[in-house]
Nanobody, 125 residues
Framework: VQLQASGGGLVQAGGSLRLSCALS????????MGWFRQAPGKEREFVAA????????HYADSVKGRFIISRDNAKKMVYLQIYSLSPEDTAVYYC???????????????????WGQGTLVTVSS
């Protein structure tokens, strides 16, 4: 399984952005998918997760109401729509996959089974 994130870039504060993550492999529909981010000088943190069919989502408190995670199993894609960006959202964003679904139960620190490379989001004030 390989994950490829894309969609990052330079955005002005208040703007929106959609990140995408493409998965290659045969087990996509059975995996919970998540997004994480790592800001400069900080540890990587959980952002959002979605279950195998998109029926259950979970968000970090810091992004609730501004971030929306979705998936398209037919295309093997996961998306993170971000609204009302602020400079505090500047980070490298990573997509990841998990068999256990622990992220959906509030265990954002439970380990991923697969990680993608990051995509950089920079928000200017």
């Amino acid at each position: 399984v390989q994950l490829q994130a894309s969609g990052g870039g330079l955005v002005q504060a208040g703007g929106s952005l959609r990140l995408s993550c493409a998965l290659s492999g045969r087990t996509f529909s059975s995996l919970a998918m998540g997004w994480f981010r790592q800001a400069p000088g900080k540890e990587r943190e959980f952002v959002a997760a979605i279950n195998w069919n998109g029926g259950i989502t979970h968000y970090a408190d810091s992004v609730k109401g501004r971030f929306i995670i979705s998936r398209d199993n037919a295309k093997k894609m996961v998306y993170l729509q971000i609204y009302s960006l602020s400079p505090e959202d500047t980070a490298v964003y990573y997509c990841a996959a998990q068999r256990s679904g622990g992220w959906l139960n509030g265990r954002g620190t439970s380990p991923a089974d697969y990680w993608g490379q990051g995509t950089l989001v920079t928000v200017s004030s």
